[in-house]
């Protein structure tokens, strides 16, 4: 078998280990992107053992299985011919405060097969001509608790910037953390929303890709959990700031929360420049509550977003 560099299969998620072989992440959602020629097989080596962990396994597009990995190793089989392959890391067993810590950390990853194996996500110089479609938000960005009897089932490949990505022909970058916002109202302070732009652990700086265009979600969790209006808006002026540090080159579609709240604040902040669209889905006629949005939700979602994109 051969080994392969991982960080070139890698979508944006993840960051190499600074003193170490290997890459991590802290989020749901992150993938691997490749294409291979013919039979064979693809193999992940991870450093511990992650408790009932599952990845969704796509090809040519469509997810066709969700993959449960025993131990620190997660093989799959490729299929004749010449096949687009997508692995994207569904979910395991640990919080959202113990997974931004901590990380997941694959070590490397080997293939053997009849043909090539090609990554399919575009290079520092390609990105120019093919840059990628960010996303920004908490976790029904992320595709947490789409389904399931209770929604307890994460789907990443189902959710709403997944469908528009692949709509528009775009390589996805995600930043999405469960139970975070603008404001120390939300639940979640693990990772800040400001901290999560740059950094995929408290010591590992996030990889730069280049985006044209950010679409961003926050404050349905600091509606939610009691913010004030004065402290939202605060902590949206900060955001908005580093946003534009951060993507300098990008236009940025805000959507205000799915409930309606601070839908005011968001057009009043965002006035202040002229690279934020504020995007009003309050009769989108999304739900929010007892459960996250599901599977049709975000396909609703994901039609809106293509239709202004």
């Known amino acids: 078998?051969?080994?392969?560099?991982?960080?070139?299969?890698?979508?944006?998620?993840?960051?190499?280990?600074?003193?170490?072989?290997?890459?991590?992440?802290?989020?749901?959602?992150?993938?691997l992107a490749f294409s291979a020629d013919g039979k064979g097989q693809f193999s992940l080596f991870f450093d511990d053992d992650y408790p009932v962990m599952t990845?969704?396994?796509?090809?040519?597009?469509?997810?066709?299985?969700?993959?449960?990995?025993?131990?620190?190793?997660?093989?799959?089989?490729?299929?004749?011919?010449?096949?687009?392959?997508?692995?994207?890391?569904?979910?395991?067993?640990?919080?959202q405060v113990a997974f931004w810590q901590t990380g997941l950390t694959i070590m490397e990853a080997r293939y053997m097969g009849e043909g090539d194996l090609t990554a399919s996500l575009p290079n520092e110089k390609q990105q120019a001509a093919n840059p990628y479609l960010t996303f920004v938000g908490d976790s029904i960005v992320a595709g947490e608790a789409m389904a399931g009897l209770n929604h307890d089932r994460h789907r990443p490949t189902q959710s709403f910037p997944a469908l528009v990505a692949r709509a528009r022909n775009k390589p996805l970058n995600r930043i999405a953390y469960g139970g975070t916002?603008?404001?120390?109202?939300?639940?979640?302070?693990?990772?800040?929303?400001?901290?999560?732009?740059?950094?995929?652990?408290?010591?590992?700086?996030?990889?730069?890709?280049?985006?044209?265009?950010?679409?961003?979600?926050?404050?349905?969790?600091?509606?939610?959990?009691?913010?004030?209006?004065?402290?939202?808006?605060?902590?949206?002026r900060v955001y908005l700031l580093e946003l534009v540090k951060r993507f300098h080159q990008a236009h940025f579609y805000v959507l205000t929360p799915w409930n309606g709240k601070f839908s005011a604040i968001f057009k009043k902040e965002a006035a202040r420049f002229d690279c934020f669209t504020i995007v009003d889905t309050t009769d989108w006629g999304i739900q929010t509550r007892p459960h996250h949005p599901g599977i049709e939700d975000h396909e609703k979602i994901a039609k809106k977003l293509i239709s202004i994109l």
């Open 1 to 31: 078998m051969k080994q392969v560099d991982l960080i070139k299969l890698a979508s944006p998620e993840w960051s190499p280990l600074l003193e170490e072989a290997g890459i991590r992440c802290s989020q749901y959602g992150a993938y």
């Open 55 to 95: 990845w969704t396994l796509s090809v040519d597009g469509q997810d066709k299985e969700d993959l449960e990995v025993t131990g620190r190793e997660l093989t799959f089989f490729l299929e004749a011919g010449r096949h687009d392959y997508q692995l994207t890391l569904n979910q395991w067993a640990t919080g």
């Open 181 to 236: 916002g603008l404001t120390t109202s939300a639940p979640f302070q693990e990772p800040k929303a400001i901290d999560a732009l740059w950094r995929v652990g408290e010591d590992l700086p996030r990889r730069r890709v280049q985006s044209d265009q950010v679409v961003v979600a926050y404050g349905l969790n600091d509606a939610n959990y009691g913010a004030s209006e004065d402290d939202f808006a605060f902590g949206l």
